[in-house]
């Protein structure tokens, strides 16, 4: 046999099992029932699904008929999924529906399943709905994502049951009665349900990516720095929408999932200042950024130029780059394009850095 004959064979195998798996708009084509069913790979591993929830929704799928739903009886969902009451099965379908997994067939209108009475078997129609707006795949799938980027950047620096707890800690539902910090994870599954549209809105996954790495910094007490955000960008530029989605009422994403960051309490962060220094240093920085910002361009220049004579360590990236500059403006020559590429276009935050350090020095020696 050919060396190539078995990937031939396992790979239109493989057409054929997609060929029977999908429509021809890719949307997922219930076949009759032959004992297997073709299922996403996300439903076993989503966040906030509980084993039944998961097998029962797997059941429905495969036992869904010509129809494209599936007529159950309670009764028949217990025996299949050794579920020990009836109760459990009609508690468990009910969790589907309202996490938007499943939607009633047929003439059954309500919010919640109702056994029927004075019936031996209760039975209903059911089927799922589509996956890919789902909340609960969506934050899923993403927390899976992020947790590989981060683990191929940090693996050799965190232990996986460091990484674990941290993940756990936000994704696992908050125990009853026992409430630790705000459930964020479950306010943003919520907020996605309400306003599915802002699944493309990239805000949401730059937050989250902020709510998960500060976790695991406090679980494994290493400081990480993968430049997420440019990841997203530079991963996910052509395909997902960077617009910004208004919600016309309620929060924004950023009151949904604040940053972490803010909540720390105040420490000293800058060696040979004392607390008290550091309070005026925060007051005072607020003020420098205040006031450059409503500077003029000629007003802004002016104070770069003095700034960068001053500091010149904080404008330019070589000493040749400086003396090329003292040289302009000793000769009278224009500078200020020399000057403003040393500080790649960004004149407000270089001048406002400078100041900030000039003020830490003052607070050192003061």
């Known amino acids: 046999m050919n060396h190539n004959t078995k990937f031939e064979l396992d790979f239109n195998h493989t057409e054929k099992l997609i060929e029977l798996a999908f429509n021809e708009n890719h949307s997922l084509k219930m076949t009759f029932n032959h004992s297997y069913v073709i299922a996403p790979q996300k439903i076993l591993r989503c966040y906030r699904l509980t084993a039944s929830e998961k097998m029962l929704l797997l059941d429905i799928m495969s036992s869904m008929g010509r129809g494209l739903y599936a007529e159950v009886t309670f009764e028949s969902l217990a025996l299949r999924l050794e579920l020990e009451s009836i109760q459990e099965v009609i508690d468990t379908l009910n969790s589907l529906h309202e996490k ?126 993968p430049d997420w955000i440019g990841h997203v960008i530079d991963w996910f530029k052509e395909n997902v929408t960077l617009g910004y989605h208004k919600v016309e009422d309620g929060d924004d994403i950023e009151e949904i999932i604040p940053d972490p960051y803010d909540s720390l309490p105040f420490v000293v962060a800058f060696e040979g200042i004392d607390e008290e220094g550091m309070e005026i240093f925060y007051e005072e920085n607020d003020k420098i950024a205040r006031r450059v910002l409503s500077m003029s361009e000629s007003e802004l220049r002016k104070e770069i130029e003095r700034q960068a004579l001053k500091a010149p360590h904080c404008f330019f990236h070589t000493k040749a780059d400086y003396d090329a500059y003292l040289a302009k403006k000793d000769a009278n020559q224009e500078c200020w394009p020399l000057l403003a590429n040393m500080i790649c276009g960004a004149p407000e935050g270089f001048l406002i850095q400078s100041l900030a350090s000039e003020l830490k020095e003052r607070l050192k020696n003061r």
Request: charged residues 20%; aromatic residues 18%.
């Open 100 to 225: 938007g997994f499943i939607m009633w067939v047929g003439t059954f209108d309500y919010d919640t399943v109702v056994p029927s009475r004075g019936l031996p078997f209760s039975s209903i129609g059911c089927c799922p709905k589509p996956f890919h707006t789902n909340p609960y795949i969506i934050m899923s799938e993403f927390v899976h994502y992020y947790t590989d980027f981060i683990w191929g950047i940090y693996g050799d620096q965190i232990q996986y049951s460091q990484l674990r707890k941290a993940i756990m800690g936000i994704v696992s539902s908050p125990e009853l009665g026992k409430v630790e910090k705000k459930d964020i994870y479950g306010d943003t599954l919520a907020y996605l349900a309400q306003n599915p549209d802002v699944r493309d809105d990239l805000r949401l996954y730059f937050q989250f990516g902020n709510y998960l790495q500060f976790y695991i910094e406090q679980e494994t007490d290493i400081c990480i720095d």
